[in-house]
């Protein structure tokens, strides 16, 4: 099965720009999950959704950023307007109730630099 | 919250030798699932080995194996036989046992294998 696309893979941008990324789960893989990943870091988790609802996003500073999943299959993410702290990597992952252990998905990521 | 640790930003291993990489993690949760992944330059995260809190047993994949320490909260990753391949950085997560949950990641160690 195809794994978790994402697009663009590479974003250069200037503060104050908005940009937007896109993820593609795993076909049938109901839960989506945002992470972003600052340089010499772990992931930390942005937004969750659960078919097209919103199941967690705590840790989205939504001043800037929005996320959606119309239909429950692609979502787009958004950051307007950008801030230097913004410049990392964007992981989307996907997961199964089916999956061995509820497995997350990662796809390649998005590493967005803004100057 | 759960927290994860990972203490060594870098390791380095010879080629064919043997290799540790450590991790810590603080929860109050009794049922849980620790992972490993490994990052490589193209920033897809690959499941490397995962291990269930209710099973006693160390979980074992080719020439990767764990040593999973409940009561201590340790979960290290032991590679042998390192192959220039395994040159990445290498995250431990935590996750939940309750189906969905997001990954709580470490800092993550950066392993280079020396020829």
């Known amino acids: 099965e195809a794994g978790v696309a994402q697009s663009p893979r590479y974003k250069i941008i200037e503060k104050r720009q908005s940009v937007a990324f896109w993820c593609n789960p795993i076909s049938g893989h109901a839960t989506l999950y945002w992470y972003q990943q600052i340089l010499g870091q772990g992931p930390k988790l942005l937004i969750q959704?659960?078919?097209?609802?919103?199941?967690?996003d705590s840790q989205l500073p939504k001043d800037r950023f929005s996320a959606e999943r119309l239909k429950g299959v692609d979502s787009t993410l958004k950051i307007q307007p950008a801030k230097l702290e913004d410049s990392a990597v964007y992981l989307c992952?996907?997961?199964?109730?089916?999956?061995?252990?509820?497995?997350?998905?990662f796809g390649p990521g998005t590493r967005l630099t803004v100057t | 919250a759960q927290t994860v640790t990972q203490s060594q930003p870098e390791m380095s291993v010879q080629e064919a030798e043997t290799v540790t990489l450590s991790c810590t993690y603080d929860?109050?949760?009794?049922?849980?699932?620790l992972f490993w992944y490994k990052q490589p330059p193209s920033r897809q995260m690959i499941l490397v080995i995962r291990q269930e809190a209710y099973k006693q047993q160390n979980a074992t994949e080719n020439r990767f194996s764990v040593n999973f320490q409940k009561a201590a909260k340790s979960f290290s990753l032991k590679i042998s036989d390192s192959q220039l391949g395994d040159a990445a950085m290498y995250f431990c997560a935590y996750r939940s046992a309750t189906p969905g949950t997001p990954l709580v990641f470490g800092k993550g160690t950066r392993l280079s294998v020396i020829a």
């Open positions: 929860t109050s949760e009794s049922d849980y699932y």
């Open positions: 992952a996907s997961s199964s109730r089916r999956a061995l252990l509820y497995e997350q998905y």
């Open positions: 959704f659960q078919n097209n609802g919103v199941v967690d």
